[in-house]
């Protein structure tokens, strides 16, 4: 049985609900719908480790105006003007947001590597070729490439498997690494993305322990 209530949202609650639609406007979830969102997200959390965004500071950065070569060096003159603050050029939405690890090695050819640090959005649409957060029939988080058989030539399927004929699933994972397999579901089996990988913040200079 299901009832209905009218309920009142204070300004900041209201504003942090349309943050949590996102831009394209989804229509206001359920209160049902919240709750189960939160037990997803217990999951989700507890899975990967996940940490929630939390913008606390607000530091403006110099941002080169000219793109700098990998090749020969380039005149050395004053490019720098605009500054750029990193928390609005990494995150699009702060409270759907969060920073994870990667824990594999399935999608090292496409960049990731073990203790990585990525971050996630769950409101954003995931689309074919994107890297995702999938949630396997309920019981197992992994990091792999959403693959949509519909948006795939047949040349794009006979590289991945040898055979541009292969029967596929509507959505199946990609690993990025041919020491891993592809995630491919039977019919009573489910995925579902539990989010977008939109940046993979490598760190290349570590920082001395002695410092």
């Given at each position: 049985m299901s009832?209905?209530?009218?309920?009142?949202?204070?300004?900041?609650a209201?504003?942090s609900?349309q943050?949590?639609m996102?831009?394209d406007?989804?229509?206001?979830?359920t209160?049902?719908?919240?709750?189960?969102?939160?037990?997803d997200q217990?999951?989700?959390n507890?899975?990967?480790?996940?940490?929630?965004i939390?913008?606390n500071s607000?530091?403006?950065?110099?941002?080169?105006?000219?793109?700098?070569?990998?090749?020969p060096?380039?005149?050395n003159?004053?490019?720098?003007?605009k500054?750029?603050?990193?928390?609005?050029?990494?995150?699009?939405?702060?409270?759907?947001?969060?920073?994870?690890h990667?824990?594999s090695?399935?999608?090292?050819?496409?960049?990731?590597?073990?203790?990585?640090?990525?971050?996630v959005?769950?409101?954003l649409?995931a689309?074919?070729?994107?890297?995702?957060?999938?949630?396997?029939?309920?019981?197992?988080?992994?990091?792999?490439?959403?693959?949509?058989?519909?948006?795939?030539s047949?040349?794009?399927i006979?590289d991945?498997f040898?055979?541009?004929?292969?029967?596929?699933?509507?959505v199946?994972l990609?690993?990025?690494?041919?020491a891993?397999?592809?995630?491919i579901?039977?019919?009573?089996?489910?995925?579902?993305?539990q989010?977008?990988v939109?940046?993979?913040?490598?760190?290349?200079?570590?920082?001395s322990?002695h410092?």
């Amino acid at each position: 049985m299901s009832k209905k209530l009218p309920i009142y949202f204070s300004d900041e609650a209201w504003s942090s609900l349309q943050q949590l639609m996102g831009d394209d406007g989804k229509p206001s979830p359920t209160i049902n719908a919240l709750l189960e969102q939160c037990a997803d997200q217990a999951l989700f959390n507890s899975s990967l480790n996940v940490q929630a965004i939390q913008k606390n500071s607000n530091i403006e950065l110099p941002v080169a105006l000219e793109r700098i070569p990998a090749g020969p060096a380039f005149a050395n003159k004053d490019v720098f003007e605009k500054v750029l603050d990193l928390n609005d050029f990494l995150v699009i939405n702060p409270l759907a947001t969060f920073i994870a690890h990667v824990d594999s090695e399935s999608l090292l050819n496409a960049g990731f590597e073990i203790n990585d640090t990525f971050l996630v959005d769950r409101s954003l649409e995931a689309k074919h070729g994107d890297i995702v957060v999938a949630l396997i029939d309920n019981r197992e988080i992994t990091l792999k490439r959403l693959m949509i058989t519909a948006k795939m030539s047949k040349e794009e399927i006979a590289d991945i498997f040898g055979d541009p004929n292969k029967a596929l699933p509507e959505v199946w994972l990609k690993a990025e690494n041919p020491a891993y397999e592809h995630i491919i579901l039977s019919d009573s089996e489910s995925i579902v993305v539990q989010g977008v990988v939109t940046f993979n913040l490598k760190q290349f200079y570590k920082r001395s322990s002695h410092n």
